[in-house]
């Protein structure tokens, strides 16, 4: 029973931004050689960042990533460190041809992981099954690959596996139990959901037992647009009891120590189907090392998770877009509260910027919760009344009902993103995902700005974090940064006199009850009336949604005429730092 | 050898609208089976329109289809056309079962096409092959079908395909030709595009000599969303003379009487992965009825398919989405002119409204041309100066530079807004593809608006199709619309004195050439610089593109928490008809 030992590296790749991957990569792998480690091992697409979306399909940029691969390996030998096999995600183009899969004629990569070794590339496993449901498009950028990979290192086989490959039945893990191998790694690029993590275990004790094998499961961390990956890499020994676990929302690598069954390839080819890999006798110090013991990182509860998740989102978002503050209106309401306290969090106070805007309609506590909250959290908060920039323009167009009060909504958006102009701030759309599916905002008023905190954040949630938030403080004896006014009094747009959302929509508890069936179950009118909601209401949110679904495509649409058009071929990710 | 008289129904269903699509398919087979027509087929997803995105992911929404469906059935029969079959494209899904498509969970249904007969569905065919490469998605949410289907009729055997199912090598086409087929009958829903038309017709040549039978590529038309779908359904023999053509951009039923190979299967099955299906003997006519002779109707010079497909996608964008009227800002520029030259194309000159919002910076031509336009068109035009809107706003931010050249931009947007909420109309926001692909716009400025018209049009077509424009309209005897100064004029924002576009933009010819490598080739700078385009400025393109890709995003990104988020998982078209 030989001992492998992994250095599992959970970390946050910039997007494209080579230099710094490679870097990390680089002192990871070496740092981790001098650990007595066997094997190192990164994420799915941990060399260009994830979902590198349709970068995948362009020639000049696969090119590119090959060369930086090439450079790592040389680089971990030239620091002496080249004697265990480092795998690292990577998407695998064509260095001569352009086959294209037959499923998507623009995909010419694989999505990859590359073993390197002394200084080259020793093996490359392609992932066999590209998820192309609800955030991933990997069908269309991607091509599928065949065969099975096994590393043979250590006296031990390492059978890899990259994310879908082993959310399916059959495929790869299938042909990887035939041979019997000491572990499964599995690399993923797995982003955050409420719940995901009471599905990945189960599903990787699974897989573990089929394979009779411990079982890595290697996660990225960090946000990248609007995907979160959380980490939480694990490892779980044959049985599915986890022996080690990382933390979430946190960069780390975990350094573990697994009890492994004797090869059984002993690095000679098996059969067809599978590739097996040659990678040497394991770390020198092997011999002499003394075990580590494994971290088992404590699981958060659930609102801290989503806390964390949306903290991060925004951080990278930030960080990533080299933008050095952001700002936002604060109208004394929980919505904008809660984004400006997970902007705190995220970027620290001195980078955010407050913008109270009130109107002749604003009520007094609407001054008052924004300067309250704006002194908890230690923003800069500066006031611009916008009726003397509403009446000329109300006044010019004759403008009344709800033309007037969109107007409101518009200047105030003028106002952020002049600032936003002027002063370099990234604006903060503060919608919620209840008022965004029902489209009650106003388009190019509210809604603007480059960055929304909580748009997949229904109403109903975003009290139970604001609540959740102000505990986390006081348990910690901080000053709760969420005034409890803002917390308690009802919702209100105040775009007319007294006016509060429960004029127009239902009650939140209700409303995101009807939403989370019609839109995330996707069950049909007659199944949600069976659960107790009455028609009339459930036809006014189904007309509701069906028609902010209109409002929300306006702007993006105009008649196509050529191979590539924008908006739908072309999704480029953010590769670069503005300056 | 049989003669098979075909009625080709090229419509142009409303997207969800049933009522209205059945009627139109019941009244057309109706009257083609009085026409004498053996076989009547329509459209890839003509009963629900198409693409349908995600509905194709709800239950509701497919059984709804299928009561529809059935529906079609039992009113043909009760007209007393039943005896002969009618082809009808729709979304096939469960009745009682939801096994997802391994490669999208959420997949329930297949594209498929319906055999109509007798008041029953006799047949069902699955498309095989599910594009998901530029504006298709289909692998996301349909599951992909195995048989071929051969339908015997009046003594012949009529082999199905639909779309995609043409385009790739082996599949289904390769398993009919092994059938010996009387014909190959191909629905489809192929979106217009520059040159595609040089593509289709080989494509469809080369399968009818591959199958050694005719072959009927029947379209649908109409515009949904970004797409505009062109008709232009033909016939041609089993040597690829074409027999028969429609109209582009029409709505038609092209009757044609084909000469066909006698059946092999005589209705039997012949193996597996074929189902054979008996449809009877024809229409009760055929042996009275005359022949008819088939319309081959011209084909339009490349840049009348273009004016007339972005006319196309204006009309049904408006109409379908029970817009009364549209309203845009008219600079005096060439851009708006064409946009609203395209819009009383379109809808007519009653139904269209134009702004002259002229600032302190704007040409005294700028209002005379907007103005010359506005009489020439025969529209509404009202003049709404900004000075008054922006000096305040300015004032009270104290903005320059940057920052008040957007502020111009976006008043301007919340003039149409206001207008538009206020009087009903659609807003045209009139950014054409160069401008949008180097940025060169305000975000929630001059990119405001509910629709595009020019937005896949580089700015080196945009002239070309106005001097097209006005040399057509100069052919007929009539005004040419667009005044000639618009054409001739430098391209300005007038966003400051004297500012024109080239201050900060190549020459467009030049600029335009480059986008057209990068983005829509997606070759690398390294291919681009062999072409001979200077290396700073290649470079500065790039960088311009990258950023506004980055401009492009804002407003759209916030952290996911869920399985479902709004943006990229639903994908709902507009189903309705705004009141």
Avoid at 271 to 286: D, I, L, S, T
Avoid at 543 to 554: F, G
Wanted: hydrophobic share 40%; glycine share 8%; aromatic share 6%.
């Amino acid at each position: 029973m030989p001992i492998l030992r992994l250095a599992l590296a959970q970390t946050n790749p910039r997007l494209g931004d080579f230099s710094r991957n490679v870097l990390q990569i680089v002192n990871t792998a070496v740092e981790a050689f001098g650990q007595g480690a066997d094997l190192v091992a990164f994420g799915e697409m941990s060399l260009t960042g994830y979902p590198i979306e349709d970068l995948a399909t362009r020639p000049d940029f696969l090119r590119e990533t090959r060369t930086h691969l090439e450079d790592i390996a040389t680089q971990i030998a030239a620091s002496g460190a080249g004697s265990i096999p480092v795998i690292v995600g990577f998407p695998h183009g064509p260095l001569d041809d352009h086959h294209a899969n037959s499923g998507s004629p623009s995909a010419i990569a694989y999505n990859s992981a590359a073993v390197l070794q002394d200084g080259r590339i020793i093996g490359i496993y392609n992932k066999h099954h590209l998820p192309n449901y609800s955030v991933f498009d990997e069908y269309r950028i991607f091509r599928a690959g065949s065969d099975a990979l096994v590393l043979h290192v250590a006296g031990a086989d390492v059978a890899l596996a990259i994310c879908e490959d082993i959310w399916r039945e059959g495929g790869p893990v299938a042909t990887i139990a035939e041979v019997k191998p000491s572990l499964l790694l599995i690399l993923n690029g797995s982003p955050f959901e409420r719940e995901k993590d009471e599905v990945r275990l189960p599903l990787v004790q699974r897989r573990a037992e089929q394979v009779n094998a411990p079982a890595v499961y290697l996660n990225l961390v960090g946000g990248q647009d609007d995907l979160v990956f959380d980490g939480g890499s694990f490892v779980t020994n044959a049985s599915g009891k986890v022996l080690a676990r990382a933390h979430q929302f946190v960069e780390q690598t975990l350094l573990v120590d697994i009890d492994v069954k004797d090869s059984t390839t002993n690095g000679s080819q098996v059969g067809p189907g599978v590739v097996v890999v040659e990678a040497g006798a394991g770390n020198p110090q092997r011999s002499t090392r003394a075990k580590v013991s494994p971290e088992i990182a404590p699981q958060l509860d659930i609102n801290e998770q989503i806390w964390d998740a949306l903290v991060l989102g925004m951080r990278d978002y930030v960080e990533k877009n080299g933008f050095r503050s952001v700002i936002l209106g604060l109208s004394g309401g929980i919505d904008s509260a809660v984004c400006a306290a997970l902007a705190v969090d995220a970027i620290g106070p001195d980078r955010v910027f407050g913008v109270s805007m009130p109107s002749n309609y604003s009520s007094d506590h609407s001054r008052s919760d924004a300067d309250d909250l704006a002194e908890r959290l230690g923003i800069d908060i500066r006031t611009e009344a916008i009726a003397p920039l509403v009446d000329p323009v109300e006044t010019q167009l004759h403008l009344d009902g709800v033309a007037a009060e969109n107007l409101q909504a518009r200047i105030r958006g003028i106002i952020l993103m002049g600032l936003s102009n002027a002063e370099g701030h990234l604006v903060l759309t503060t919608g919620n995902k209840t008022e965004i599916a029902v489209g009650y905002s106003t388009i190019y008023g509210d809604s603007v700005g480059g960055f929304a905190p909580i748009r997949d954040v229904p109403k109903t949630l975003v009290w139970e974090l604001a609540k959740w938030r102000n505990e986390h403080a006081r348990t910690k004896g901080l000053t709760p940064p969420i005034p409890e006014n803002s917390i308690t009094k009802p919702p209100s747009a105040e775009l007319r006199p007294g006016q509060v959302d429960q004029d127009t929509l239902p009650e939140y508890d209700v409303l995101d009850a009807i939403l989370d069936a019609y839109i995330t179950e996707r069950v049909g009118r007659d199944v949600i009336i069976s659960r107790g909601f009455g028609v009339e209401m459930l036809d006014r949110v189904i007309s509701l949604v069906d028609r902010a679904e209109w409002k929300r495509r306006q702007g993006a649409i105009g008649p196509k005429i050529s191979e590539m058009a924008f908006g739908r071929d072309r999704r480029l990710p953010v590769t670069f730092t503005r300056n």
